[in-house]
C-alpha cells in the first residue's frame, strides 16, 4: 500500500486517528462544528438546508474513513476486482441511506430533534441523483448497495452528468420538461482533480515501424479531459464503503484559449471549453429506445476510455503479467452502451502494451460480460461505421479487425450457411452500413445473461438465436434482478421494516431476505394481521396526503389504491390502463344510485415520464389527466374513482408510493418487459400485483403462489400470431374497448383529435401492442381484485404470505449469482482487528 509518511513519523499519526461519532452528542457536536464551521453560519442561523448539510456532511465524514480503509485493504490484499459499467446510476438520495447503512439513524434523529429538527423534514432537503432513466439505472444502484454490503471489491463506473433526468411539470395536462440541475450543493461526491485521463476524438491512425514491428498510432485529433469524481457507498452493517467513480469532462490545457481571450475574440476563447464540457452535460432521457446521435457516442467512449485506463492503471501497480489481467479484473456491461470498452482494452493490449492480437483477444473476452436488458427492436444499439471511423478511426478498425476473425471461426464451423455469415456479422450491410453493439458485445465477452427467466430465453431463441448456436448454449445464462430490501423495504417503509422484524428475529432478514419466510406462520394471528393493515392504511393517508397537496384532489384513503408507475410507453401500456378507468367509469354512470352505493371506491394512480421526443408517450399522460379532470369533479361518481397523475416520479416518491399501494398494476405485452423490478417492491411492501406473464412476474408467481397474484392475457408465445393475424386477417376490436373509444371521440375527455392517433394504433395500424386483445380480461381481472379486496381479511393475509415468499428478490442474490457464474470473485472478509480493518 503507497504511504508517503515514514514509520517514525507513523506514530503521531495513530495516535490522531479520527474517531467516528457513536452516539447523540458526538453526533450533534458534528453538527455544529460543520454548520459553524464548513457552512460558515453563526451560532442559531440553522434553517433546515443547513441541516441536511451539516448532517450529511458528519455523516460523509464517518463514510471517509470507512472508505479509505476498504480501499487500503483491497489494495492491500490485492485481490480480484469487479468493475461495474453503466452509464445510468438512478441513486436517489443518499442521507437516509447512509445513516440506515451505518445503523446510527435513532442517533441522528434524536440529535436533531435536540437541535430543533425533524429528521423527516431534513431528510427530504436531498436533490435526488437521477443520473438514469428508469430500471436499468435503479438496477445499477441496487447493485451498488449489494456489492458493498457482501463485502465485494467492486467499483462502479459512470458519468457525471450536469444535468439527470429532466424534472417533469403538468401543465394543463401536458407533461413539460424543465431541467434538473443537481449539483448545487452535493456533499456526496468529491472532486479528485488529481484523477485525469485525456480522452482522444477524431484524427487519423497512422502505420509505423518500430524496433522492427509495424504498429498503428492513432494521432492529432481533439483531446478532452475526464476528471474522477468518487461518491463512496456504504454497505449495510459492514464497514466496506465502496466506491462509485463518475466522470466529468474539461477542456483539455486550461480553462479557455487566453489567446484569443486577449485578442478580442471572446467567443471562441471560450468555445472549445463549451464543446468539452457538453460532453458530460446532460443524460440522454430515453428509456429503452436508442438515436444513434454523435454526443451519445462521445458519451460513451470519453466514459469507457477513462474509466479502462483508471481500471489498467491500478492492475498495473500490482505488476503482475498481462495473462494475470482476467484473475484480476472482472468488467460487467450493462447494456451495450460501454460496448467500446471491449475495442479499448484490445486497443490498449495490442497498440499500447505491445501484445499479439491472439494474446490480447483471449484477455479481453476472459475479462467482460454483458448484460442484455431488452429486447425491443428500437433500443438494440447500432452505430453508423461512418460516424465510428470519423469519431474513433483506430476503434473502427479493431472492430473490423474483431469481426472478420470472428467471421472466419463461424464459416469454419458452418461452412454451408452463407446467410448465417450476414446474420451474426457486426457489420450490418445497410444503407448505411451500421455497428452492430450487441453483437460485439456478445463476441467481446465470456458470458452474456439476461434479467429475468423469460427474457433470457427469449433472448436465445430469437435476437441471439444463431450466436447460441455458435457458442454453444453455456455462454448465456440468466440472473434474475432484484432490489436492496435495504432502500426498498427497510428505508421506505420503517414501519413495516420493524413490524417484519419483531416477528423475524430481529434485523438479519435484511441482509438475508429469504428469512421472511418465518413470516407465513403468523399469517392466521389477528393481531400482527391489524398492525400490518394499520401500517398500510398509515401509508394510505402519506399518499393522500401527498396527493392533495400537488394536485389538489381529495383521496379517500379507504379506498382501493390502484397504481402503475414506471416510464411512461406504449410496450409497458399504461393505454391499457386508462382505457380501463374509462371502462370503469361508463359502468359506474350506467348504474342507479343504489348500485353504485354497493361498489368499491378506487383511486387510480399514475405516474412517470415520457421520453421528450415520445410524442405518443406524451399523449398517453395528456389522456391520462383529461380523464381525472372529468371523472375527479364528477358529482355522480364522488369517492368511486379518482384518477391522479402524479407529477415528476422518480426514487424518492417512488419510496413514498411504494408503501401505499393496494394493487399496481405491471401490464407490458407479453414478452416486452425484460424483467421489471418495481413488481418486486411493491409485493415486498404488501401490495398485490395485477400484471401479465412477462418479466419477473412469472417468477414471483412461482414464488409468491398463483392465488396471490392477478394474472391476465395472451402469453408471450401467442404474441407473433396474433400480430400477424391484426395484419393479415381481419381484426375486431374488444366490443368494450370500442365503446371507451367511442366515448373518447364523443369528445368526453376533451378535443378527440389529440387521442386519435392512440386509438388508430389499436383500430387501424395492427395493435401491435394487443391492447384489444387483452382488453377482456384484463377488465375481467379487475373484477376479481375488487372483489377480492371486499374480503380484507384475507387480502391482508395474502400481502403477508407473498411478502414472506419475497425473499429470492434480493439484489444480494443477484450479485452472488454474478459473482460466483459471471466474475469468478470472491468477497473480500472484513476483519475488524486488523490495522486494515473497520
Ligand atoms: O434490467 C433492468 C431493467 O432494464 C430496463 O429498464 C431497460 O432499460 N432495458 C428494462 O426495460 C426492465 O424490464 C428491466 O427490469
Not at 551 to 568: C, E, H, W, Y
Request: a negative charge; proline letters at 3%; charged letters at 25%.
Amino acid at each position: 500500500v503507497e504511504a508517503s509518511i515514514p514509520e517514525p513519523q507513523r506514530e503521531a499519526w495513530k495516535r490522531n486517528q479520527i474517531t467516528s461519532f457513536t452516539d447523540k452528542d458526538g453526533f450533534e457536536k458534528e453538527v455544529v462544528r460543520h454548520v459553524e464551521t464548513t457552512l460558515a453560519r453563526s451560532m442559531f442561523n440553522c434553517d433546515e438546508i443547513a441541516a441536511y448539510s451539516a448532517t450529511s456532511l458528519a455523516f460523509r465524514d464517518r463514510l471517509i474513513t470507512h472508505w479509505n480503509r476498504t480501499q487500503q485493504r483491497q489494495t492491500y490484499r490485492d485481490t480480484k476486482r469487479v468493475y461495474y459499467l453503466s452509464l445510468e446510476f438512478l441513486m436517489g438520495r443518499a442521507l437516509d441511506n447512509a445513516m440506515l447503512n451505518v445503523g446510527l439513524k435513532n442517533v441522528a434523529q434524536d440529535g436533531l430533534a435536540e437541535l430543533g429538527f425533524r429528521i423527516e423534514d431534513v431528510v427530504k432537503q436531498e436533490h435526488d441523483a437521477a443520473l438514469g432513466n428508469g430500471g436499468l439505472g435503479r438496477l445499477a444502484a441496487c447493485f451498488l448497495d449489494s456489492l458493498a454490503t457482501l463485502n465485494f471489491p467492486a467499483w462502479g463506473y459512470g458519468l457525471r452528468y450536469r444535468y439527470g433526468i429532466f424534472k417533469q411539470e403538468i401543465i394543463d395536462g401536458y407533461q413539460v420538461e424543465v431541467p434538473d440541475y443537481w449539483l448545487d450543493f452535493n456533499p456526496w461526491e468529491f472532486p479528485r482533480h488529481d484523477v485525469t485521463v485525456d480522452i482522444q476524438f477524431f484524427g487519423q491512425v497512422n502505420k509505423k515501424t518500430v524496433g522492427g514491428k509495424t504498429i498503428s498510432v492513432w494521432e492529432a485529433g481533439e483531446i478532452v479531459q475526464a476528471v474522477a469524481y468518487d461518491v463512496p457507498i456504504p454497505g449495510y452493517d459492514t464497514p466496506t464503503t465502496n466506491n462509485l467513480r463518475l466522470w466529468s469532462s474539461k477542456a483539455s490545457g486550461g480553462e479557455f484559449d487566453f489567446q484569443k481571450f486577449n485578442s478580442g475574440d471572446y467567443e471562441s476563447s471560450v468555445a472549445d471549453q463549451q464543446r468539452a464540457e457538453t460532453i458530460s452535460a446532460v443524460l440522454y432521457p430515453n428509456d429503452n429506445l436508442e438515436r444513434g446521435k454523435e454526443l451519445r457516442l462521445k458519451q460513451q467512449y470519453f466514459w469507457v476510455a477513462a474509466s479502462l485506463y483508471d481500471i489498467v492503471r491500478r492492475f498495473k501497480k500490482s505488476r503482475r503479467s498481462w495473462n494475470e489481467f482476467p484473475d484480476q479484473v472482472a468488467i460487467q456491461l450493462n447494456d451495450t452502451h460501454p460496448t467500446l470498452a471491449i475495442v479499448e482494452l484490445q486497443r490498449i493490449l495490442v497498440d499500447i502494451e505491445g501484445l499479439e492480437w491472439d494474446n490480447a483477444w483471449e484477455i479481453v473476452t476472459s475479462t467482460f460480460g454483458y448484460t442484455n436488458h431488452t429486447v425491443l427492436p428500437e433500443a438494440l444499439e447500432k452505430w453508423p461505421v461512418g460516424l465510428v471511423q470519423h469519431l474513433l478511426p483506430r476503434h473502427l478498425q479493431i472492430i473490423y479487425d474483431i469481426n472478420l476473425f470472428f467471421l472466419q471461426s463461424v464459416e469454419k464451423a458452418f461452412p454451408d450457411d452463407r446467410d448465417m455469415l450476414r446474420r451474426v456479422s457486426i457489420i450490418e450491410e445497410s444503407q448505411p452500413k451500421m455497428v452492430r453493439m450487441a453483437f460485439l458485445a456478445i463476441v467481446g465477452s465470456h458470458k452474456v445473461n439476461g434479467v429475468a427467466e423469460l427474457h433470457s430465453d427469449l433472448i436465445k431463441t430469437t435476437i441471439f438465436k444463431d450466436f447460441v448456436e455458435i457458442y454453444g448454449p453455456d455462454k448465456f445464462t440468466n440472473v434474475t434482478n432484484g432490489i436492496t430490501p435495504r432502500r426498498w423495504l427497510h428505508q421506505a417503509n420503517p414501519r413495516l421494516s420493524e413490524l417484519i422484524a419483531s416477528k423475524c428475529g430481529g434485523n438479519d432478514f435484511l441482509k438475508d431476505l429469504t428469512l421472511l419466510n418465518q413470516l407465513e406462520k403468523h399469517v392466521e394471528d389477528k393481531q400482527f394481521r391489524k398492525e400490518w393493515a394499520e401500517i398500510k392504511y398509515a401509508n394510505k393517508v402519506r399518499l393522500a396526503k401527498h396527493i392533495k397537496d400537488t394536485t389538489g384532489v381529495v383521496v379517500n384513503p379507504a379506498s382501493l389504491f390502484d397504481v402503475q408507475v414506471k416510464r411512461i410507453h406504449e410496450y409497458k401500456r399504461q393505454q391499457l390502463n386508462i382505457f380501463g378507468v374509462i371502462h370503469r367509469y361508463l359502468s359506474l354512470k350506467a348504474m342507479t344510485p343504489d348500485q353504485r352505493k354497493k361498489q368499491l371506491p378506487r383511486v387510480s394512480i399514475f405516474g412517470g415520464k415520457a421520453a421528450p421526443g415520445y410524442w405518443m408517450a406524451k399523449q398517453i399522460i395528456h389522456l391520462i389527466n383529461s380523464v381525472g379532470a372529468v371523472v375527479n369533479k364528477d358529482e355522480d361518481i364522488g369517492d368511486l374513482l379518482k384518477v391522479i397523475f402524479l407529477e415528476d416520479y422518480n426514487v424518492s416518491k417512488a419510496e413514498m408510493i411504494c408503501p401505499a399501494s393496494d394493487i399496481s398494476e405491471h401490464i407490458s405485452t407479453a414478452g416486452t418487459e425484460a424483467s421489471g423490478t418495481s413488481n418486486m417492491k411493491f409485493v415486498l411492501n404488501g401490495g398485490l400485483i395485477i400484471g401479465t406473464c412477462d418479466g419477473a412476474n412469472i417468477e414471483i408467481t412461482r414464488e409468491i403462489g398463483e392465488s396471490n397474484i392477478f394474472l391476465f392475457g395472451n402469453l408471450s408465445e401467442d404474441v407473433e400470431d396474433l400480430r400477424h393475424a391484426h395484419t393479415y386477417g381481419s381484426h375486431t376490436i374488444d366490443s368494450d374497448l370500442d365503446k371507451v373509444f367511442n366515448e373518447i371521440e364523443k369528445g368526453t375527455f376533451g378535443t378527440p383529435h389529440d387521442f386519435s392517433a392512440m386509438i388508430a394504433a389499436v383500430r387501424q395500424h395492427g395493435d401491435y401492442y394487443l391492447v384489444s386483445d387483452d382488453f377482456h380480461s384484463y377488465i375481467e381481472t379487475h373484477q376479481l381484485v375488487d372483489e377480492a379486496y371486499r374480503n380484507q381479511d384475507e387480502w391482508i393475509a395474502k400481502c403477508i404470505t407473498s411478502v414472506s415468499r419475497m425473499g429470492f428478490f434480493t439484489s444480494d442474490r443477484c450479485i452472488n449469482e454474478y459473482a460466483e457464474e459471471i466474475w469468478n470473485v470472491e468477497p473480500l472478509a472484513v476483519d475488524r482487528h486488523s490495522i486494515w480493518g473497520p
